[in-house]
C-alpha cells in the first residue's frame, strides 16, 4: 500500500498538492499490524484544489471514483488493486441531531497538518505521514499512545459530534490484547451515547462485522461497559449479574462466559484460518449463544432449560437493530437456536447427525462444532480444553456421513418418481417429504434402496 500512496503523493505534487497519509494505516505502521486501509488527505494553498479538481485528477490516475461524501470532499477509488480513501482537511461544526445533518463540514485545503489532526477522535488515529519523505507528523504523543495502546480522546468537546465514535473506540479496544483509556475519553463516549438513536443500521454494521473480525473481540464489551454503551444494547447489559452454577461453570457469571467464548473463538478462527463472513457468523454465534439465560427459569442457575430457543430469538433482535446481512442472520439463528442439540449424551446416533445438518441448514456441522468448542473451552480461558465428548462423536459421524459442511442430499427426486409412473401433485410431494424423513433415520442411502423403498409405498397406497 505504502507504493500506491507514494504514486498518489508523486502525482498530486504535479498538480502543486501535497498528498499524506491518515489515520489507521499510520497507526497500524507503528503497532506492527498489517494495514487494511489507505486514507489520504490533499493540502494544498492553491486556489484551484477544490472538489471538483481533485475529482477531476482522481479520474484520470485511478478506477472507479465515487464520491461518497461531496459535502465533505470524500472520494473512494482504487490504484493498482488498492482500495483508497481521499478527503480534504477540515473543520466539523455541529448544528443539529445526527451525523449526515447535523455537521456542517468546511473543507479548507490550506489549513495546517496540525489543525487537521483535530479532527480526529482519538490520538493513534491522529497522525500523519509524508510516503514521499517518510516523515511522521504526531501532534498530540500517538505514537507514545499506540505502544501503550492508549485510547486517548483529541478533542473531548468535538468527539461527541458523530455518535459512532462511541462504537469506533470499543472496536479498537479489539485489536490488542490489552488497552487503556482515560476519564475524559469515557466521559466524551458516554456524551455521544445520548446520540445512538441516530445511527443508522448500516453505520453500526460496520463496526459490529469489524469487531466480530478482530483478534479480541470481547474486549469491545468490557469497553462498552465502562463507557456506558453497552445499556444501548439491553440484551447484552442484562447478561452482567446472572450468576450460573460455579459445577458447570466455574468461570462465573454469563457474561464471563460469554466473552471467553468470543475469545475462544477468535483463536479457533486463527487456528482453522476462518476470515471475512465466517468469521462473523462464528463470533456473534459465540456472543449470542447463552443471551436467553437472562430470561428463562431465571430461579434455576444449573440448566436454564430452552434458554438456546429463545437465544436465538434475541440474536436475531439485536441482528436487526445493528443491520447484520440477512445471510448473517439466518446463520448465528440456527447455530445459536442448535447449539444444545445433543449434547447431554455422549452415543450421538447418525440419525441425530443427518438430522442436525438438516436442520442447521444454512449453517453447517462444521459451524456448529466450532461454537461447541468455544463454548466448552470458555469454562477456563487459562487452557482449552476442545470440544465436548459429544461434539466429537458428531464430528466422527459427519465425516463419515459426508454432512460436515452441509445437509443431505435427498436421492429420491420427482423425476424417480414419475418413471414409476406417479405424477407430479401433492401425492408426490408428500412422498417425496417422507423419502427424506426415511433417509436421515437411515431407511435406505442409494438410489436402489430409495427407489425399492417408494415402489413399496406406492404399492401400499394403492
Avoid at 479538481?53 to 464520491?67: F, G, P, Q, Y
Avoid at 476519564?183 to 458516554?190: D, K, M, S
Wanted: proline share 3%; hydrophobic share 40%.
Amino acid at each position: 500500500m505504502i507504493e500506491t500512496a507514494k504514486f498518489i503523493a508523486r502525482s498530486a505534487r504535479q498538480q502543486g498538492w501535497r498528498a499524506f497519509v491518515v489515520g489507521g494505516f499510520v497507526r497500524d505502521m507503528f503497532a506492527m499490524r498489517q494495514a487494511k486501509d489507505l486514507d489520504m488527505e490533499i493540502f494544498s494553498e492553491e486556489e484551484h484544489c477544490d472538489v471538483e479538481s481533485v475529482e477531476n485528477w482522481l479520474c484520470d490516475i485511478a478506477d472507479n471514483v465515487k464520491t461518497v461524501g461531496k459535502s465533505f470532499g470524500v472520494f473512494d477509488f482504487d490504484v493498482f488493486g488498492d482500495d483508497v480513501q481521499i478527503s480534504f482537511p477540515r473543520t466539523d461544526s455541529k448544528v443539529g441531531i445526527g451525523h449526515t445533518k447535523g455537521i456542517s463540514a468546511n473543507i479548507s485545503p490550506n489549513m495546517s497538518l496540525k489543525e487537521a489532526s483535530l479532527r480526529r477522535d482519538i490520538t493513534i488515529n491522529s497522525m500523519s505521514l509524508d510516503p514521499l519523505s517518510m516523515e511522521v507528523f504526531d501532534f498530540h504523543k500517538g505514537i507514545r499512545d499506540v505502544y501503550d495502546w492508549m485510547l486517548r480522546v483529541v478533542d473531548a468537546e468535538k468527539f461527541p459530534d458523530d455518535a459512532l465514535r462511541a462504537h469506533r473506540v470499543p472496536r479498537l479496544a479489539t485489536y490488542k490484547p490489552n488497552f487503556k483509556t482515560t476519564v475524559a475519553t469515557l466521559r466524551a463516549c458516554r456524551k455521544a451515547n445520548e446520540e445512538f438513536h441516530t445511527l443508522p443500521k448500516d453505520r453500526l454494521w460496520g463496526e459490529w462485522s469489524k469487531i466480530a473480525k478482530a483478534p479480541y473481540p470481547a474486549n469491545a464489551l468490557t469497553y462498552m461497559r465502562e463507557s456506558g454503551l453497552i445499556e444501548k444494547y439491553p440484551i447484552l447489559d442484562r447478561l452482567y449479574g446472572i450468576e450460573q452454577c460455579s459445577k458447570h461453570h466455574p468461570e462465573g457469571t454469563v457474561l464471563k462466559h460469554t466473552v471467553n467464548a468470543m475469545d475462544k473463538m477468535a483463536l479457533i478462527c486463527n487456528r482453522d484460518d476462518v476470515h471475512d463472513d465466517e468469521r462473523i457468523i462464528l463470533v456473534l454465534s459465540a456472543m449470542l449463544h447463552d443471551v436467553g439465560k437472562v430470561s428463562v427459569d431465571p430461579e434455576d442457575k444449573t440448566v436454564n432449560h430452552r434458554h438456546e430457543r429463545v437465544s436465538s430469538e434475541l440474536a436475531l433482535e439485536f441482528l436487526d437493530k445493528i443491520g447484520a446481512p440477512k445471510r448473517i442472520c439466518m446463520h448465528v439463528h440456527k447455530l445459536v437456536l442448535l447449539h444444545m442439540r445433543g449434547i447431554g449424551s455422549n452415543t450421538a446416533s447418525k440419525t441425530m447427525v443427518r438430522r442436525l445438518a438438516r436442520d442447521l441448514h444454512p449453517a453447517t456441522i462444521q459451524q456448529w462444532l466450532r461454537v461447541n468448542e468455544a463454548d466448552k473451552s470458555s469454562r477456563y480461558m487459562d487452557r482449552h480444553v476442545g470440544m465436548s465428548k459429544a461434539a466429537r462423536v458428531v464430528r466422527r459421524h459427519s465425516r463419515s456421513l459426508k454432512v460436515e459442511v452441509g445437509k443431505p442430499d435427498e436421492i429420491l427426486m420427482g423425476r424417480h418418481l414419475i418413471k414409476l409412473g406417479l405424477s407430479p401433485g401433492k401425492e408426490m410431494g408428500e412422498l417425496l417429504g417422507r423419502a427424506y424423513e426415511v433417509q436421515l433415520d437411515g431407511g435406505f442411502d442409494s438410489l436402489d434402496g430409495a427407489l425399492e423403498w417408494a415402489r413399496g409405498e406406492i404399492g401400499n397406497d394403492n
